[in-house]
């Protein structure tokens, strides 16, 4: 069965570059029409969608991040990558990589759902 | 974006019913997923396209979705389905992802 992990930095300074990897296993990334994203969550708050991938290199981002969010993927290492620019505070948070599995069908309206996730990891932002 | 509104808590006691909603405009026209989070824990998928479980997940967890509110039921509720529960569509509005604010689910 498909596992992730994130991994990165625990602990960035503000205005810099956060940067993770999630890297895939038990499946290959590129195999089956998959996307894969990143979520986070502050602690004691709720998630927020940062945005996604697809097998192919096609990305969509949450708009309230679209600035600043890039997310690529690397299919010979079966990983993919997150790198949020000029960081503050509020950008503390654990941040979670996901299976991103979608229905387009005519019959139905469009839609996504994630499963699994990785265990996420907490990024702090501090001087 | 389009808004989804959970109530921040329900209790229910061992063995009974709990009801977890989440609302939204026409939400009924939308495909909505649950998910449960135990501390320090990831999410877990229990519900997917408004009533479809997950291999792994209990006939317990059942959804619904209809007009303004999506329901998500969990029936013989045990202390280990104590957990904070979260709601998700597509907004096509806007091509992103929404979650609800998340409901704690507490078992007396």
């Known amino acids: 069965q498909v596992q992730l992990e994130e991994s990165g930095p625990g602990l960035v300074k503000p205005s810099q570059t956060l940067s993770l990897t999630c890297t895939v296993s038990?499946?290959?990334?590129?195999?089956?029409?998959?996307?894969w994203s990143w979520i986070r969550q502050p602690a004691g708050k709720g998630l927020e969608w940062i945005g996604r991938i697809s097998s192919s290199g096609g990305t969509e981002y949450n708009p309230s991040l679209k600035s600043r969010v890039t997310i690529s993927i690397d299919a010979s290492d079966n990983q993919f990558s997150l790198t949020l620019h000029s960081v503050t505070a509020a950008d503390t948070a654990v941040y979670f990589c996901?299976?991103?599995?979608?229905?387009?069908?005519?019959?139905?309206?469009?839609?996504?759902?994630?499963?699994?996730w990785g265990q996420g990891t907490l990024v702090t932002v501090s001087s | 974006s389009y808004v989804l509104t959970q109530p921040p808590s329900v209790s229910v006691a061992p063995g009974k019913t709990a009801t977890i909603t989440c609302g939204g405009d026409?939400?009924?026209?939308?495909?909505v997923h649950w998910y449960q989070q135990k501390p320090a824990q990831a999410p877990v998928l229990v519900i997917y396209?408004?009533?479809d479980r997950p291999s792994g997940i209990p006939e317990r967890f059942s959804g619904s979705n209809s007009g303004n509110t999506a329901t998500l039921t969990i029936t013989s509720v045990a202390a280990g389905d104590e957990a904070d529960y979260y709601c998700?569509?597509?907004?096509?509005?806007?091509?992103?992802?929404?979650f609800g604010g998340g409901t704690k689910l507490t078992v007396l």
């Open positions: 026409h939400i009924g026209g939308k495909s």
């Open positions: 038990g499946g290959s990334i590129s195999g089956g029409a998959y996307y």
């Open positions: 998700q569509v597509w907004d096509g509005d806007f091509d992103h992802v929404e």
């Open positions: 396209c408004d009533s």
């Open positions: 996901a299976r991103d599995q979608d229905r387009n069908s005519g019959s139905f309206p469009y839609t996504n759902w994630f499963d699994p």
